[in-house]
């Protein structure tokens, strides 16, 4: 980006609806899932977010893909290893929040969200058919849990133990704390269920 652009961004109207905003943010969350990396296209910067929990030894943060979205519901599903420590924490305590970040937009999201996991009925085998055969079923073939010490007589996985291995974390958003960095002043606002928009002081 040159200086012209830097510029012209600066200047550029933003949009001031807080509904407009927040339906913004949701179609940027639609871009993270459906946008994927190509050939000179990086992947959207929210595609990776970290997802944050309470552990029994206190805070949890790790990164994680969004992999799928459901606008209507307020949802966005990840998938996780189910042996995992956190689904085992989100079990626990389904509270959890998701952080993204993204350069280009200036746009930092916080999420609070409550998370659900699921590792059988139909939703799980439809999406665990689709990624069975991709790089990305990997994950979940690992003989041992993720974060077991590393034992080399571990046999592999049974097939059938590898479906079961498989989680679909589904985050329900509650919340978002959206922050906008920007040259002509910084804007935070506060979309909540069953609350109307709110700005805030950044
Ligand atoms: C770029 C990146 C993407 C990742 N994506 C996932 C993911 O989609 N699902 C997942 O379970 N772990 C993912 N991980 C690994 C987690 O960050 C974490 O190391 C692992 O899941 C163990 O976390 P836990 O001990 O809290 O369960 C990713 C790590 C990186 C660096």
């Known amino acids: 980006?040159?200086?012209?652009?830097?510029?012209?961004?600066?200047?550029?109207?933003?949009?001031?609806?807080?509904?407009?905003?927040?339906?913004?943010?949701?179609?940027?969350?639609?871009?993270?899932?459906?946008?994927?990396?190509?050939?000179?296209?990086?992947?959207h910067p929210w595609r990776r977010?970290?997802?944050?929990?309470?552990?029994?030894?206190?805070?949890?943060?790790?990164?994680?893909?969004?992999?799928?979205?459901?606008?209507?519901?307020?949802?966005?599903?990840?998938?996780?290893?189910?042996?995992?420590p956190k689904v085992a924490q989100l079990r626990a305590d389904p509270r959890g929040q998701i952080l993204c970040w993204s350069e280009p937009l200036g746009w930092q999201l916080r999420l609070r969200?409550?998370?659900?996991?699921?590792?059988?009925?139909?939703d799980v085998t439809a999406r665990w058919a689709l990624i069975r055969h991709r790089p990305a079923a990997h994950d979940y073939l690992s003989p041992?849990?993720?974060?077991?010490?590393?034992?080399?007589?571990?046999?592999?996985l049974a097939p059938e133990r590898v479906r079961e291995s498989f989680a679909v974390l589904t985050a329900t958003v509650e919340a978002i704390d959206w922050l906008e960095l920007h040259a002509q002043g910084h804007r935070r606002a506060r979309f909540a269920r069953g609350e109307l928009p709110q700005w805030l002081v950044p």
């Not at 961004?9 to 943010?25: F, K």
């Not at 929990?53 to 994680?64: A, L, Q, Y």
């Open 49 to 84: 977010a970290a997802l944050a929990n309470v552990g029994e030894d206190g805070p949890e943060v790790r990164s994680i893909v969004l992999r799928d979205l459901q606008v209507d519901r307020r949802e966005l599903v990840f998938y996780a290893d189910a042996r995992s």
């Open 113 to 122: 969200c409550r998370v659900d996991v699921a590792t059988d009925g139909l």
């Open 144 to 156: 041992l849990a993720p974060g077991s010490p590393l034992e080399a007589s571990a046999a592999p």
């Open 1 to 43: 980006m040159n200086d012209a652009s830097l510029l012209e961004d600066a200047i550029a109207p933003r949009p001031t609806d807080l509904s407009l905003i927040e339906a913004m943010i949701w179609t940027e969350l639609d871009r993270a899932v459906h946008h994927r990396a190509a050939a000179g296209r990086p992947a």
